[in-house]
């Protein structure tokens, strides 16, 4: 069992900056793959983006350039660094990890971007 906790979510005016934390509560070092997800009012949830244990990356083009992902895998956390933001970027944002049995999922963190 893991459980996934997301912090740092709230408001932030256009072209800002959040960054969010997804703290595990068991080690991430044996985990190959972990990922941001977001669900926006109405809308599907979809992926922001992916990161390996080794630190490879990738992004979804609409966040491309603009977010950041990064894991400390000594710490148990892994970070979503987001600027330029966008209203369009408002959305709960989820950590996902799926450690080779089952998927979990964190609360999720409330992003919203407006002025």
């Known amino acids: 069992q893991v459980q996934l906790v997301e912090s740092g979510g709230g408001l932030v005016q256009p072209g800002g900056s959040l960054r969010l934390s997804c703290a595990a509560s068991?080690?991430?070092?044996?985990?190959?793959?972990m990922a941001w997800y977001r669900q926006a009012p109405g809308k599907q949830r979809d992926v922001v983006g992916t990161i390996t244990t080794g630190g490879n990356t990738i992004y979804a083009d609409s966040v491309k350039g603009r977010f950041t992902i990064s894991r400390d895998n000594a710490k148990n956390t892994m970070y979503l660094q987001m600027n330029s933001l966008k209203p369009e970027d408002t959305a709960v944002y989820y950590c996902f990890l799926f450690d080779s049995i089952r998927a979990y999922w964190g609360q999720g963190t409330q992003v919203t971007v407006s002025s």
């Open positions: 068991r080690s991430i070092f044996s985990i190959p793959t």
